[in-house]
């Protein structure tokens, strides 16, 4: 609230052409982000973008602001979004910023990956970076999300495993930015079967997901890990699965909005456990 309340203040003094304004905006952003508050974000970038073209021009929106609104674009699913808000950032000059030579691989191989387009998404990934812990987990995640889209959903499931069980030695505190590699393993361990290593990796992106006790009814992190955790629980027959589902539907419905099809699939699990 602090932050937003700021932005308002900047915006009321004329001050967004500045240089500080993206900045500014990457903060909230990264807030928004680290809560899985991803429908608040993607409305706040949104308007922010809006305000700006109607001022400006359609081309004058910040490289940082627009990269930042495409990434958002991508944790909501919206590819097609996501690829022109990112693919404009990009072609601009904008890998200079910081942001972007730490994310821009990564936020591209995604992009491409859910495309279809392989080869690309290869070339991408050859520029993952390393350095602090969450980047690297978002670095194992994206190199097995290669090796599941090649056919290999066996190899995708260890490859983050044991880049994240490498991370968790070197510090025992966790970061959101894990939680989403945590889960998308255990999905594919769901695919292949294993629905016990499946529950036990939900279990741990939820902790990682869970910053504060809103985090767990609003964190669209948090629904994707209850999800998994549901759909773990009902396959081995247990009888709070429908609990888990419940509260991946608020979770999601907060994070993402009602519409998206995380929070569909987690409304029709409710639905398939009353049978």
Known sequence: PYQLSLLDEIEAAGLTNTGKFPNLVSFAERALADLGEYRTADSLLGALIRRQEAAAGTRRVPLLIAFLYGHNKLRMGDLDSADYWVSRAAGEGAPRLPVLV?????????????????????????????????????????????????????????????????????????????????????????????????????????TAAALDSLALSRSALVGRAELLLARALATQGDSTARSAALRATTALTNGYGPGNRWTVAARALVDSLLR
């Open 102 to 206: 730490n994310w821009l691989p990564s936020v591209q191989s995604q992009i491409r990956i859910g495309q279809g387009r392989l080869a690309e998404a290869r070339a991408a990934a050859t520029a993952l970076p390393t350095g602090l812990r969450g980047r690297r987990a978002t670095a194992a995640m994206v190199r097995a999300m290669l090796l599941a889209a090649g056919g290999d959903r066996g190899g995708a499931a260890r490859l983050p495993e044991g880049g994240l069980a490498a991370l968790y030695r070197e510090s025992g505190p966790t970061q959101s930015l894990f939680a989403l590699p945590l889960v998308t393993a255990g999905e594919w361990r769901l695919a292949v079967g294993d629905a016990r290593g499946a529950d036990s990796l939900a279990r741990l992106g939820k």
